[in-house]
């Protein structure tokens, strides 16, 4: 991978640190000087030094993407484009998949990592790790969508969800955020569904204590900070 990459992702600042750093001739693989972030190295097999310092290789990378609509959050499809077509290869080469899913047509914040354990953690429906989704709705809610959001209400499969907090997100009630802790296939727009309603765009805005980066636009990701990936380990309870 590349050395700039594997800098950035082992703490050692943003890419423009990395940068700094590698002009400044301290970063050694191999006892060799690296001074372009484009050079490759293999930190499985390399002794990368950095400051005289030996880099600890992290195994695992965990990423938050801002999902785009039209592609599919799986690591293979037949006809459509993946999360995983959006990453850069050598990101793809450490083989993430999304943690958990979201429709073809839903925006906002996906995890991806190769951790089976985080992933499978954070899905776990045990943990009940809450997710909130902004939505546009076709009419505004009322005070009894909130009451019955509250209490569970039963989808078109007989399923009733576990208590959910919804809201106006400012003054206008057909934009609202939605908070559940579970992950039933389509289950926000069902929850509208069994209220005679229609979700008409959906977007995830956080996931555990973590939300989605504004900077990032739809279909860019970046790593997760060390904070983050922390917090959403305390969020779904450390074994
Ligand atoms: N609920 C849905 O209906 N769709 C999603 O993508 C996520 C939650």
Do not use: C
Request: overall charge neutral; hydrophobic content about 35%; charged content about 35%.
């Amino acid at each position: 991978m590349r050395i700039d990459k594997l800098l950035a992702n082992s703490g050692y600042g943003s890419r423009k640190e990395v940068k700094k750093l590698l002009k400044q001739g301290v970063v050694k693989a191999n006892g060799t000087i690296l001074k372009s972030g484009a050079a490759h190295v293999d930190p499985e097999t390399m002794e990368i030094m950095i400051q005289g310092e030996r880099l600890v290789y992290k195994k695992y990378v965990y990423l938050m993407m801002n999902k785009p609509q039209g592609v599919i959050s799986a690591t293979e499809d037949n006809v459509h484009r993946t999360v995983i077509d959006l990453l850069e290869s050598e990101d793809a080469v450490r083989s993430p998949f999304p943690v958990g899913r979201l429709d073809k047509d839903t925006v906002g914040l996906l995890l991806l990592t190769n951790d089976g354990k985080f992933a499978h953690t954070l899905t776990s429906p045990k943990k009940e790790v809450p997710k909130t989704y902004e939505a546009l709705l076709s009419k505004g809610i009322t005070a009894e969508d909130i009451e019955v959001f509250s209490k569970g209400i039963m989808l078109d499969d007989g399923y009733v969800t576990k208590p959910a907090r919804l809201r106006k997100k400012e003054e206008d009630a057909a934009e609202i955020l939605l908070t559940i802790t579970e992950g039933k296939f389509h289950q926000v727009k069902r929850m509208f569904e069994a209220r005679g309603n229609k979700v008409l765009f959906l977007k995830r805005v956080q996931v555990g204590n973590v939300r989605i980066d504004d900077d990032l636009k739809r279909g860019e990701y970046r790593d997760l900070t060390e904070e983050e990936i922390e917090m959403l380990w305390e969020e779904a309870g450390r074994e």
